[in-house]
């Protein structure tokens, strides 16, 4: 049965005389309403839909269960005792119905909890290829051995960390008030989430890996190779995406040891100074594409100790020497070429190109063809994406790519005074179900605050757990990350490693999703063009974001705001929100949850409409956003989208590129494919093939190839829903 949830009735909240003793531990205030909604929920399970009668009927027994409290209990009163008290009460009243199915309800929940730590129930479904388990990653393939060994790994390190987890952490998480993240890493581990690699040190002052002492790189050539080693290192000593910042400026040193080198060879054989600087030019510009080609190959040929290839950016474009710009187009020209002999669609390196007034942005600066090429490349792979140099630096204090994905450090100086962006990282993130406490507020915001604030309390226990789980790690658990300079500063294996994390160095994150889902719970579906109900999200995020900040201040850690790219959330949440709700309009029963701030991916604005409406959220939530625009085929026209990367520079500061570019090797089609129950087919010939079609769409903040690594659920249908709406 399909509700507008604004028409359930809801009785008036009893002010709390008794604290609720929760599993968990947690002293609650006592709240009748909460047992009201089970037995109603319970009511509906047998009966469908409810008359007031019913209503009434209910509330008397409610009525009964908590005169009955009151009268045995001045203090506190434990939850398996409330529960006694009516399932007693049900069969007092002969609603032996109503009983049975309440009784089956409290079960069923102590089963779930039960199978989430347990092992052997986990690795049935692993076995089983139960969807929820083998694709949870659209980038990971569940068919190969060590992803499959990394899968049970992570149901083992899952159950360990549940109960690791402080108890009202763990609850919140299993009923769905909180995503507790990579719980099959962490905090079974005290493994970190994503960072900026110091390349520049490394490469500079040589590292180490296994039994290896690396000398700094004498060419382009070796650099690249040293780089992709690093990478592989990396995401396998952590859980998240790494990037590598300023890959152009980073990587002209060495390029221009090759041209000495040429240059050298040149003067030796060839006579007049003109030629001689030619010759080293063109061979040099040779080595910077085979060394950028073999990054490019290298990274989609990884596989980690996880099962996956590295989630790894590459930012570049501010640099304006020959070395620096020969460098950015060749890495925009591999990746035009493709992968292989059919010249597929690179998943990785997710590839960001900044856009800086003076430099690139108009035809008059002097990069402004590499950024011709650039909207050439996105028009054809999605990436790049692009970073608006002067944006970027507003909301997050300083210049710097993501690390992986969203996740932005905030400008921040050493003990010296200098800025210090490169060998930062991130400690974790939990992510808060918005949606969940719009629903349970029944259209009171009043009540929808005095909620918010109690999910906080638990968000902020949560997040100083996994930063005080990390501070567990020595140096000698990731060498390559605390010892060999991965993360900037070179620890001993005696050294704390808080070292690299205090005074706001690293970040935590407070991750959120569904700002759409919430104002329609009380303004309605069609709420974008409300400027009430857009205020209503702003100050949700505000209230977020002063909420982070104290806590920075309190405990001298980054806590940042972060857009979570939910790709099993959107699923996940629904799911256990539609379990305990109903269907309900524009929030369940679209059978996913809306990213971040995103608009409705239903509706069709322009991407000029989009970007204005979405402006105002980042500042709000500096330390994880993207935005992204839908577009037709975009590859005969590239000025199309120049105009809304031109439109879009003074305004947000990280803009992706949504474009169709799949394409069938049986018929020849290139375009959209056409989404299914089965995954992708190509809407000329049928094709679903994996081995002969190419199928490439944004998952989140990286790009993913559905078609051979489906998809979960809820990011299936957001994904489609986006396709259809873009034809």
Same mark, same amino acid.
């Given at each position: 049965?399909?509700?507008? #949830?604004?028409?359930?009735p809801a009785?008036?909240?009893?002010?709390?005389t008794?604290?609720?003793i929760?599993?968990?531990?947690?002293?609650?205030?006592?709240?009748?309403?909460?047992? *009201?909604?089970?037995?109603?929920?319970?009511?509906?399970?047998i009966?469908?839909?409810?008359?007031?009668?019913?209503?009434?009927?209910? %509330?008397?027994?409610? +009525?009964?269960?908590?005169?009955?409290?009151?009268?045995?209990?001045?203090e506190?009163?434990?939850?398996?005792?409330?529960q006694?008290?009516?399932?007693?009460?049900?069969?007092?009243?002969?609603?032996?119905e109503?009983?049975?199915?309440y009784?089956?309800?409290?079960?069923?929940?102590?089963?779930?909890?039960?199978?989430?730590?347990?092992?052997?129930?986990?690795?049935?479904?692993?076995?089983?290829?139960?969807?929820?388990?083998? =694709?949870?990653?659209?980038?990971?393939?569940?068919?190969?051995?060590?992803?499959?060994?990394d899968?049970?790994?992570?149901?083992?390190?899952?159950?360990?960390?549940? $109960?690791?987890?402080?108890?009202?952490?763990?609850?919140?998480?299993?009923?769905?008030?909180?995503h507790?993240?990579?719980?099959?890493?962490?905090?079974?581990?005290p493994?970190?989430?994503?960072?900026?690699?110091?390349?520049?040190?490394?490469?500079?002052?040589?590292?180490?890996i296994? =039994?290896?002492?690396?000398?700094?790189?004498?060419?382009?050539?070796?650099?690249?190779?040293?780089?992709?080693?690093?990478?592989?290192?990396?995401?396998?000593? %952590?859980?998240?995406?790494?990037?590598?910042?300023r890959?152009?400026?980073?990587?002209?040193?060495?390029?221009?040891?090759?041209?000495?080198?040429?240059?050298?060879?040149?003067?030796?054989?060839?006579?007049?100074?003109?030629?001689?600087?030619?010759?080293?030019?063109?061979?040099?510009?040779?080595?910077?594409?085979?060394?950028?080609?073999?990054?490019?190959?290298?990274?989609?040929?990884?596989?980690?100790?996880?099962?996956?290839t590295?989630?790894?950016?590459?930012?570049?474009?501010?640099?304006?020497?020959w070395?620096?710009r020969?460098?950015?187009?060749?890495?925009? %020209?591999?990746?035009?070429?493709?992968?292989?002999?059919?010249? @597929?669609?690179?998943?990785?390196?997710?590839?960001?190109?900044?856009?800086?007034?003076?430099?690139?942005?108009?035809?008059t600066?002097?990069?402004?063809?590499?950024?011709?090429?650039?909207?050439e490349?996105?028009?054809?792979?999605?990436?790049?994406?692009?970073?608006?140099?002067?944006?970027?630096?507003?909301?997050?204090?300083?210049?710097?790519?993501?690390?992986?994905?969203?996740?932005?450090? %905030?400008?921040?100086?050493?003990?010296?005074?200098?800025?210090?962006?490169?060998?930062?990282?991130?400690?974790?993130?939990?992510?808060?179900?918005?949606?969940?406490?719009?629903?349970e507020?029944?259209g009171?915001?009043?009540?929808?605050?005095?909620?918010?604030?109690?999910?906080?309390?638990?968000?902020? +226990?949560?997040?100083?757990?996994?930063?005080?789980?990390?501070?567990?790690?020595?140096?000698?658990?990731?060498?390559?990350l605390?010892? #060999?300079?991965?993360?900037?500063k070179?620890?001993?294996?005696? +050294?704390?490693?808080?070292?690299?994390?205090?005074?706001?160095?690293?970040?935590?994150?407070?991750?959120y999703?569904?700002?759409?889902?919430?104002?329609?719970?009380?303004?309605?579906?069609?709420?974008?063009?409300?400027?009430?109900?857009?205020?209503?999200?702003?100050?949700?995020?505000?209230?977020?974001?002063? *909420?982070?900040?104290?806590?920075?201040?309190?405990?001298?850690?980054?806590?940042?705001?972060?857009?979570?790219?939910?790709?099993?959330?959107?699923?996940?949440?629904? @799911?256990?929100?539609?379990? $305990?709700?109903?269907?309900?309009?524009?929030?369940?029963?679209?059978?996913?949850?809306t *990213?971040?701030?995103?608009?409705?991916?239903?509706?069709n604005?322009?991407?000029?409409?989009k970007?204005d409406?979405?402006?105002?959220?980042?500042?709000?939530?500096?330390?994880?956003?993207?935005?992204?625009?839908?577009y037709?085929?975009?590859?005969?026209?590239?000025?199309?989208?120049?105009?809304?990367?031109?439109?879009?520079?003074?305004?947000?500061?990280?803009?992706?590129? *949504?474009?169709?570019?799949d394409?069938?090797?049986?018929?020849?089609?290139?375009?959209?494919?056409?989404?299914?129950e089965?995954?992708?087919?190509?809407?000329?010939?049928?094709?679903? +093939?994996?081995?002969?079609?190419?199928?490439?769409?944004?998952?989140?903040?990286?790009?993913? =190839?559905?078609?051979?690594?489906?998809?979960?659920?809820?990011?299936?249908?957001?994904?489609?829903? @986006?396709?259809?709406?873009?034809?």
């Amino acid at each position: 049965m399909k509700l507008n #949830y604004k028409e359930i009735p809801a009785n008036e909240v009893q002010t709390p005389t008794i604290k609720i003793i929760k599993r968990d531990g947690r002293h609650v205030d006592f709240d009748e309403q909460k047992i *009201n909604e089970a037995l109603v929920k319970a009511e509906k399970k047998i009966h469908g839909s409810l008359s007031p009668l019913a209503y009434e009927r209910i %509330q008397s027994i409610v +009525d009964l269960v908590v005169a009955e409290i009151n009268s045995r209990f001045v203090e506190n009163v434990k939850i398996y005792e409330v529960q006694n008290i009516v399932e007693h009460i049900l069969l007092e009243k002969n609603e032996y119905e109503l009983a049975e199915e309440y009784i089956h309800y409290r079960t069923r929940r102590d089963f779930e909890r039960s199978k989430a730590t347990d092992i052997n129930f986990s690795i049935e479904k692993l076995i089983n290829k139960d969807q929820t388990v083998v =694709n949870e990653n659209a980038n990971k393939d569940s068919n190969v051995f060590n992803t499959q060994r990394d899968l049970t790994a992570g149901i083992v390190g899952k159950s360990i960390g549940l $109960k690791m987890l402080p108890p009202h952490i763990a609850n919140a998480h299993q009923k769905g008030d909180i995503h507790y993240h990579d719980l099959d890493y962490h905090p079974y581990t005290p493994m970190t989430n994503c960072c900026l690699i110091d390349f520049k040190g490394m490469l500079n002052n040589g590292f180490k890996i296994g =039994n290896a002492e690396v000398e700094s790189p004498k060419s382009i050539q070796t650099a690249t190779a040293q780089i992709s080693q690093i990478i592989a290192n990396v995401a396998s000593s %952590q859980y998240g995406g790494c990037s590598a910042d300023r890959t152009d400026e980073l990587l002209a040193p060495f390029a221009e040891l090759n041209y000495q080198k040429h240059l050298k060879d040149a003067q030796e054989w060839v006579e007049t100074t003109e030629r001689q600087e030619a010759y080293a030019k063109a061979k040099t510009k040779k080595d910077i594409f085979d060394a950028m080609q073999s990054l490019e190959y290298e990274i989609n040929t990884l596989f980690t100790s996880n099962g996956q290839t590295p989630f790894t950016s590459l930012g570049f474009g501010l640099g304006e020497n020959w070395f620096e710009r020969e460098i950015q187009k060749a890495i925009l %020209q591999i990746r035009i070429n493709g992968l292989g002999s059919e010249k @597929r669609t690179a998943i990785f390196p997710k590839l960001i190109f900044t856009l800086k007034a003076g430099v690139n942005l108009a035809p008059t600066d002097p990069n402004y063809d590499i950024k011709e090429l650039a909207l050439e490349c996105a028009t054809k792979r999605m990436y790049p994406d692009i970073l608006n140099y002067d944006k970027i630096v507003e909301l997050t204090g300083s210049f710097k790519v993501p690390m992986g994905c969203r996740s932005f450090l %905030q400008g921040w100086k050493d003990e010296n005074g200098t800025e210090i962006n490169v060998g930062r990282m991130n400690l974790g993130v939990v992510t808060l179900n918005l949606p969940r406490i719009a629903m349970e507020a029944k259209g009171s915001q009043e009540k929808f605050w005095q909620l918010l604030a109690d999910r906080l309390e638990i968000m902020k +226990d949560a997040l100083v757990y996994r930063v005080e789980r990390c501070k567990e790690a020595i140096p000698a658990n990731a060498p390559i990350l605390y010892m #060999y300079g991965a993360f900037g500063k070179r620890l001993s294996r005696t +050294d704390a490693v808080d070292e690299l994390f205090k005074n706001r160095r690293a970040t935590v994150s407070l991750g959120y999703i569904g700002l759409y889902e919430v104002a329609s719970a009380f303004y309605g579906g069609e709420w974008e063009s409300d400027p009430e109900a857009k205020e209503f999200t702003l100050a949700i995020l505000k209230k977020l974001k002063a *909420n982070a900040d104290h806590w920075g201040d309190e405990y001298g850690y980054h806590f940042s705001v972060y857009s979570t790219p939910s790709e099993s959330l959107t699923d996940r949440f629904c @799911r256990l929100d539609t379990e $305990k709700f109903g269907l309900v309009d524009n929030i369940t029963d679209k059978e996913y949850y809306t *990213n971040s701030f995103h608009y409705d991916v239903r509706k069709n604005p322009t991407p000029f409409e989009k970007l204005d409406f979405e402006k105002d959220y980042p500042q709000y939530c500096s330390g994880g956003f993207i935005h992204y625009c839908e577009y037709p085929m975009l590859q005969q026209n590239p000025k199309a989208l120049e105009a809304v990367w031109d439109f879009a520079y003074d305004k947000v500061g990280y803009l992706g590129t *949504n474009t169709p570019i799949d394409h069938c090797y049986e018929c020849g089609f290139e375009g959209d494919f056409t989404p299914t129950e089965r995954g992708f087919e190509c809407p000329e010939c049928g094709n679903h +093939d994996p081995k002969t079609c190419d199928v490439v769409k944004r998952t989140c903040g990286y790009l993913g =190839n559905p078609q051979a690594r489906p998809m979960v659920h809820g990011r299936h249908k957001e994904i489609s829903s @986006r396709v259809k709406h873009m034809k």
